[in-house]
């Protein structure tokens, strides 16, 4: 630690000998890192594009891909029910992104435009929930909707999984709405625009970077939830893929091969998110603190 | 929102702000209720019935008496703490590491800033996926390496045995919850003044000095806020540890949040399940006063 502290403290270090070591501590910290980091990764999509018969020959995993096949992911296909799993995740992820992200954009809105007393109330309310613990929230909303009877149905998964995402939704927009000034719809009024057309043609182009974090932010908790569908869907062909893929390892025709294959899978969507969308991905960053 | 606009245009007459902040706070004070309020006050009254799902007979505070009076109980907490601890600790640390690093801007550390996002984005499943091949007994590659380098004698089942489930399944989560402190961190070491540095150094400050009285300093207020929020969190974890351990071997990774769900599910006490989610939300309310103390988040959305 001493080394990475004079490393933080600028480059003007009046000793040459001292630059270099601090460099190749640097150096070395970097690359430590970059090997816990990367090597995990790397054996995932080297098992998942192997065939077992290859990366298990002769008793030592063997990491260097030399012949790519996906000889794992029919396997999935056709023994497995990932298709349906994969759907399931879809329709729930889908729709709770949207609702997550349309109470947001009205919320926000809402709580900065118009004044109302406990509105500090109403802020630390809706931080306090972003701390709870998923399962904590799991267990009486499976008694209620056992109930009702809505256990096993995307409707209850999918309110489950937005009342995980929303409040710090909810956060993202109401500090993000402060950033429009209000002089913008002022000025929108003045031209005697109503204050919806002013809503939807000013005010809402200018928040895109918020919503599209908090669209991003719901979709990877829907994604990747595996507590609140665990406990709602109970039946086989209303597994998400992450509750479907759970049970995999415990199946004697499953191997380590197939389990990478679908965990390759499974990492698409957030992948595609990160390619397309990182800036808007750091913006949420900086706006709070992203679970 | 789109029904909002038809309806005021149709009855362009009523007062439109009046319809707006209608259409802004009735979703969310209706969801908030359905989804947060009534859950909670439902599981607070469950905690007071014996098997509320049945003939469900009232019992007062027993519930809360039997789960902090089980034997279990402390060790269950214990864990919690370890593991929270821990991992809060050494996501901060490595975070803190790499913050540093990537803020020298070395070569390639564009590179590893980008890296540090991909563990974050994999799905939890994912993460227990790769780490239960990684520590395999038989396939797995750390054994393999450990066994050539001569390190150990024979495979370790890391996951499933007592003494190193819980290193395992904190090591496991540090890999995937790291970068949460590498952002935080490099977001702030970016915004120190470079100046500062150039004085300090005019002054004839060692580069030690500088990190200890400028660094430092500057990172403090976003230390404090990992080792809460984090450490909450990780306290709160449940997917993570239940994938990679079911809670075990024996009770050796059984966290709270495991334990409310073996209530619930396997021994179907749902009475001692809300109770002990009682206990919890308890304990977050503890550490929430805490934080409204220690910082004012309300004042960064204007009140």
Redesign the interface.
């Known amino acids: 630690?001493?080394a990475?502290?004079?490393?933080?403290?600028?480059?003007?270090?009046p000793q040459r000998v001292?630059a270099r070591v601090?460099r190749v501590s640097?150096?070395v910290?970097?690359v430590l890192?970059?090997i816990?980091?990367?090597i995990?990764?790397y054996?995932?999509v080297a098992?998942a594009v192997q065939a077992p018969q290859t990366v298990?020959a002769g008793g030592?995993?063997n990491?260097l891909v030399d012949s790519v096949t996906f000889r794992n992911f029919a396997v999935l296909f056709e023994e497995t029910a990932t298709v349906q799993y994969f759907t399931n995740s879809l329709i729930v992820t889908v729709s709770s992104t949207i609702l997550s992200t349309?109470?947001a954009?009205?919320?926000g809105?809402?709580?900065?435009r118009?004044d109302f007393r406990g509105?500090?109330m109403a802020?630390?309310?809706v931080?306090?929930?972003y701390?709870?613990?998923?399962?904590?929230?799991a267990?009486?909303?499976?008694?209620?909707f056992?109930t009702l009877g809505m256990l096993n149905s995307y409707f209850a998964l999918t309110?489950?999984l937005?009342?995980i995402s929303?409040p710090f939704t909810?956060?993202l927009m109401?500090?993000y709405f402060?950033t429009v000034p209000i002089s913008l719809e002022e000025s929108a009024w003045v031209r005697g625009a109503?204050?919806?057309r002013t809503?939807?043609d000013v005010v809402l182009p200018v928040a895109r970077p918020g919503y599209v974090s908090a669209a991003i932010f719901s979709f990877?908790v829907a994604?990747?939830?595996?507590?609140m569908a665990r406990?709602v869907m109970s039946q086989d062909e209303m597994y998400t893929i992450?509750v479907g893929?759970?049970l995999f390892?415990d199946r004697v025709s499953i191997g380590?091969g197939e389990?990478?294959a679908v965990?390759l899978l499974?990492?698409i969507p957030?992948?595609l998110?990160?390619l397309f969308l990182q800036n808007y991905?750091l913006q949420g960053?900086?706006v709070g603190?992203?679970? | 929102?789109s029904t909002?606009?038809s309806l005021?245009t149709r009855l362009a007459d009523i007062d439109?702000?009046r319809?707006?902040?209608l259409?802004?706070?009735v979703?969310?004070v209706t969801?908030?209720i359905?989804?947060?309020a009534?859950?909670?006050l439902?599981?607070l009254g469950?905690s007071l019935f014996t098997d509320?799902?049945g003939a469900s007979v009232f019992v007062g505070l027993e519930n809360y008496a039997e789960i902090l009076t089980a034997p279990d109980f402390l060790t269950f907490l214990w864990n919690s703490v370890v593991y929270a601890v821990s991992t809060t600790v050494f996501s901060l640390l490595?975070g803190l590491?790499?913050a540093?690093?990537v803020?020298?801007q070395?070569k390639?550390?564009n590179v590893?800033r980008t890296?540090?996002?991909?563990?974050y984005?994999?799905?939890?499943?994912?993460v227990i996926?790769?780490?239960?091949?990684?520590f395999?007994p038989n396939?797995?590659?750390i054994n393999?390496w450990l066994l050539d380098f001569g390190v150990i004698d024979e495979p370790i089942a890391f996951f499933s045995t007592l003494q190193w489930a819980m290193p395992a399944v904190a090591i496991t989560s540090v890999?995937k919850f790291g970068s949460?402190a590498f952002?935080?961190l490099l977001?702030r070491?970016q915004a120190i003044d470079?100046n500062l540095?150039?004085r300090?150094?005019v002054e004839g400050a060692?580069?030690?000095?500088?990190?200890?009285d400028?660094?430092i300093p500057h990172l403090r207020g976003a230390i404090l806020?990992i080792l809460l929020?984090r450490g909450?969190?990780m306290f709160?974890?449940?997917?993570i540890i239940?994938?990679a351990t079911r809670g075990g071997p024996l009770d050796a990774t059984t966290t709270l949040?495991i334990r409310?769900?073996e209530l619930?599910?396997n021994e179907v006490n749902?009475g001692g399940?809300?109770a002990l989610?009682g206990i919890?939300?308890f304990l977050?309310?503890m550490v929430?006063v805490v934080y409204?103390r220690l910082f004012t988040?309300?004042e960064?959305?204007?009140?």
Request: with cysteine.
């Open positions: 630690m001493m990475l502290g004079e490393g933080a403290a600028g480059s003007y270090v001292q601090k640097l150096v910290v970097a890192v970059a816990f980091v990367t995990p990764v054996v995932m098992v298990f030592d995993v990491l349309s109470l954009v009205a919320a809105y809402g709580l900065t118009f509105k500090t802020a630390r309310a931080l306090f929930s701390m709870f613990s998923p399962i904590v929230l267990i009486p909303l499976y008694v209620i056992f309110l489950a937005t009342g929303a909810i956060w109401w500090q402060q109503s204050r919806t809503l939807w990877a994604w990747n939830d595996y507590t406990v992450t893929a759970s390892l380590w389990t990478m965990s499974i990492c957030p992948f998110i990160a991905l960053f900086n603190g992203l679970e | 929102m909002s606009t005021s439109e702000r319809l707006l902040l259409a802004t706070f979703p969310l969801f908030f359905v989804v947060w009534v859950p909670i439902y599981a469950m509320p799902t490595l590491a790499l540093l690093v803020n020298q070395i390639g550390g590893l890296m540090m996002i991909f563990p984005l994999l799905p939890t499943l994912v996926f790769i780490w239960q091949f990684l395999d396939l797995g590659v393999q890999w949460f952002f935080i977001a070491l470079p540095y150039e300090a150094r060692s580069s030690w000095q500088s990190f200890r400028i660094t806020i929020v909450i969190w709160n974890k449940f997917d239940y994938l949040p409310v769900y619930a599910f749902f399940a809300t989610a919890m939300f977050l309310a929430a409204f988040p309300e960064e959305v204007a009140a």
